[in-house]
C-alpha cells in the first residue's frame, strides 16, 4: 500500500494564517506538529510503504524541510507547475507506480486532515484493502453526526439491497452535493449517509482503467504529460505546456460518481478536515467558558470564542461565538456561523491585488527566509536569515539597489567581480543592475538586514544566473 499525499491546496478558508505560499497543511494548527507531519506519521502501518507527494513547485523545499524535521523519506514527488484537482494528480502518481511495474494500492490522503484515535483508523484501513483486492474502488466515509453545510454526502446502499461486498464495505447508492441545513438535517435523521472524506483507496490499474472509462482526457493528458516531465533525484517535475491542457477535475466527479465498483468503508475515528475556524474550535482544548485561546490572548465575559494571536497582546469583551485572528499584517473577525464564507473575503483581497492572501511577512525560502518590517514607495526593509551553508541564487536587479547590514553571524557576499566576507556590524552596498549573490560559510545562521531603494521593489524584479536549487529565473528571491 503506497500512500499518495496530495499536498496543493490552499486552504484559504483559514485565512489569514493560512497563505498560498504557506498554505494549512504547513502549519502546526492542532500539536506540536503540522497537520502534513501528522498525516504522514499516523501511516505507521505494516505494509504500508514510504509515500509519494503531489505538491506544487513553491511548496517542494517546504516539503522537504518538514520530512527531513520528523525523519521521514518519501519514494517520490510529482511537482504540479499549477493545481488541476484530484483526479490528475492520483492519476500522474498511478501512472508513476505502474510505469515502475509496481500495481500497488494507492492510499489516496489530503496532507491536511485530523485523526485521533490510530486504531480505528488501522481498523478501516484493514476493511478497505480487502476490499481493493477485490477490484473496488473504497472511499472513505464519515457517519454524519451532525448537519454539516461544507461537506459532499455519500449514501450507503442497505445491506440487504446490494450484493455483499467484503463485511464493513457498502455500495454506494448516491453522492451528494454540498446540502443546505434543512436537506443535511434530514440526512442525519434518516441514517446511512457519510460525509465524503476525500480518502480513498484503490489498486492503480483500476483507478487507470476507470479514469481511461470516464474521463479519457484526463487520462491522455497526464500520460503525455508524464512522458514529458523532467526528473531530478526522485522529484518529478510535470511538464507545464501538455498540464496545462489537463481538465480540471476531481476524483468523485471524474470518477467515483460514474463508476459501479464505488464503495464506502465507515471511518469513526475523530476525524477532522480542519476546513474552517469552527472546525478548529471543535477539536482544541477549550476553557471553562468554552474558549479556544492560542498566543498573547485576554478575555472577559466571553463565551465559545475562538482566538488566535499571533504577533501582538488581543483582548476580546463580552463576545460570543466568534472567532478572532491576529497576524503581522492581518485581524480577521468572523461569527463562527459565518467561517465558510472566509474564502469569500480572500476573493475579495485577490481581486483588489492584495499580497496578505498570498504570503506572510514572515517568508519562507529554501536558503531560510525573510520578515518583511516596513516598505514604502521606493523603499522596503527585511530582515534575512540565511541557514549555515546556504546561499541565495546569483542574481541581478534592474530597478533596486540594495543595502545589507549583518546582524549575526558570517556573510560571504559576491558583487560583479569582488567577492569577500562581512562579520557582524558590518555593510555593503549592492547597486542597481550589479550581478550578486549572498552565501553563509559559516555554521551559525547569518542574520541580515536589507534595505532596499528603487523606482519598483516587487519579487518579480530578480535575474537569476546561478541557483543550487533549480529555480526558475523570473521568481521569488
Not at 480518502?199 to 504529460?225: G, H
Request: with cysteine; net charge negative.
Amino acid at each position: 500500500m503506497i500512500p499518495v499525499i496530495l499536498s496543493g491546496g490552499s486552504g484559504s478558508r483559514l485565512w489569514p494564517l493560512s497563505r498560498k505560499l504557506y498554505p494549512k497543511q504547513f502549519l502546526a494548527l492542532a500539536g506540536k506538529h503540522t497537520l502534513f507531519q501528522q498525516t504522514l506519521q499516523r501511516l505507521g502501518f505494516e505494509g504500508v510503504e514510504r509515500p509519494i507527494i503531489v505538491c506544487n513547485q513553491e511548496h517542494r523545499f517546504i516539503i522537504n524541510e518538514q520530512l527531513n524535521a520528523i525523519g521521514v523519506s518519501a519514494q517520490g514527488m510529482l511537482i504540479e507547475p499549477f493545481g488541476r484537482n484530484t483526479a490528475p494528480a492520483v492519476a500522474l502518481a498511478a501512472l508513476k507506480v505502474l510505469a515502475e511495474d509496481r500495481d500497488e494500492l494507492l492510499l489516496v490522503l489530503p496532507a491536511d486532515h485530523l485523526i485521533s484515535d490510530q486504531a480505528a483508523l488501522r481498523q478501516a484501513l484493514e476493511v478497505a484493502r480487502a476490499a481493493a483486492d477485490e477490484g473496488e474502488m473504497v472511499l472513505f466515509g464519515i457517519p454524519a453526526e451532525r448537519p454539516e453545510t461544507g461537506f459532499g454526502y455519500i449514501k450507503a446502499a442497505r445491506c440487504e439491497d446490494h450484493d455483499a461486498l467484503i463485511p464493513g464495505a457498502y455500495r454506494v447508492e448516491q453522492f451528494v452535493e454540498k446540502p443546505d441545513i434543512s436537506r443535511a438535517s434530514e440526512f442525519v435523521r434518516s441514517g446511512g449517509y457519510y460525509w465524503n472524506s476525500g480518502m480513498f483507496l484503490f489498486r492503480a490499474s483500476r483507478y487507470l482503467d476507470e479514469l481511461r472509462n470516464y474521463a479519457p482526457d484526463i487520462y491522455d493528458t497526464c500520460v503525455l504529460a508524464l512522458e514529458r516531465s523532467h526528473v531530478e533525484h526522485e522529484a518529478m517535475e510535470i511538464d507545464a505546456k501538455t498540464f496545462e491542457c489537463c481538465p480540471d477535475n476531481s476524483i468523485d466527479y471524474a470518477v467515483m460518481e460514474h463508476t459501479s465498483r464505488a464503495c464506502v468503508v465507515p471511518l469513526s475515528a475523530g476525524w477532522s478536515d480542519v476546513g474552517c475556524w469552527s472546525s478548529l474550535w471543535d477539536v482544541d482544548a477549550k476553557d471553562s467558558n468554552g474558549n479556544v485561546l492560542k498566543g498573547d490572548v485576554l478575555v472577559e465575559n466571553s463565551h465559545n470564542c475562538y482566538v488566535h494571536g499571533n504577533s501582538k497582546l488581543v483582548t476580546l469583551l463580552g463576545m460570543e461565538d466568534v472567532v478572532v485572528v491576529e497576524t503581522k499584517d492581518a485581524v480577521m473577525i468572523a461569527r463562527k456561523d459565518c467561517v465558510q464564507d472566509v474564502k469569500k473575503l480572500v476573493a475579495a483581497l485577490d481581486s483588489a491585488g492584495r499580497q496578505e492572501t498570498h504570503s506572510h511577512c514572515q517568508v519562507y525560502r529554501p536558503w531560510g527566509g525573510y520578515d518583511s518590517i516596513d516598505a514604502g514607495s521606493r523603499h522596503q526593509v527585511k530582515h534575512l536569515t540565511v541557514k549555515p551553508g546556504a546561499q541565495l541564487s546569483l542574481q541581478m536587479h534592474r530597478h533596486r539597489a540594495e543595502h545589507w547590514v549583518v546582524v549575526s553571524g558570517t556573510a560571504m557576499v559576491t558583487c560583479d567581480d569582488k567577492t569577500f566576507l562581512l562579520t557582524e556590524n558590518q555593510s555593503t552596498y549592492i547597486p542597481i543592475a550589479s550581478v550578486h549573490r549572498l552565501a553563509n560559510p559559516g555554521k551559525i545562521p547569518l542574520e541580515v538586514i536589507e534595505v532596499q531603494s528603487g523606482s519598483y521593489l516587487g519579487e518579480d524584479d530578480i535575474e537569476r544566473f546561478e541557483d543550487v536549487y533549480g529555480r526558475s529565473i523570473h521568481a521569488e528571491p
